[in-house]
Nanobody, 115 residues
């Protein structure tokens, strides 16, 4: 059964850190480009970061560059998003995405940055 299961979201104060994880199963993880997206209330879903199938290259949205880092472990079928120096505007539901010949989505995990 194909699954993308996110974890690690929660409530954090501005300036704090969170680490999101996405556990994949049911497909050949190492063949898929993996991404994190987010969607804030009333806004469209936006790309946060993407990493290539082998993990050799990654891009990050300008809004998170220098604060967030995407990584993956193809031996464990996981992709993570390390989020540092969080800001209130980072508040959103964060989604894991797998893309190759098909596109898969996780159910999302809520991140709230507030004092």
């Amino acid at each position: 059964q194909l699954q993308l299961v996110e974890s690690g979201g929660g409530l954090v104060q501005p300036g704090g850190s969170l680490r999101l994880s996405c556990a994949a199963s049911g497909f050949t993880f190492r063949n898929f480009v993996m991404s994190w997206y987010r969607q804030a209330p009333g806004k469209e879903r936006e790309l946060v970061a993407t990493i290539t199938s082998a993990g050799g290259g990654a891009i990050h949205a300008d809004s998170v560059k220098g604060r967030f880092t995407i990584s993956r472990d193809n031996t464990k079928n996981t992709v993570t998003l390390q989020m540092n120096s969080l800001k209130p505007e980072d508040t959103a539901v964060y989604y894991c995405n797998a893309r190759n010949y098909e596109i898969y989505w996780g159910q999302g995990t809520q991140v709230t940055v507030s004092s």
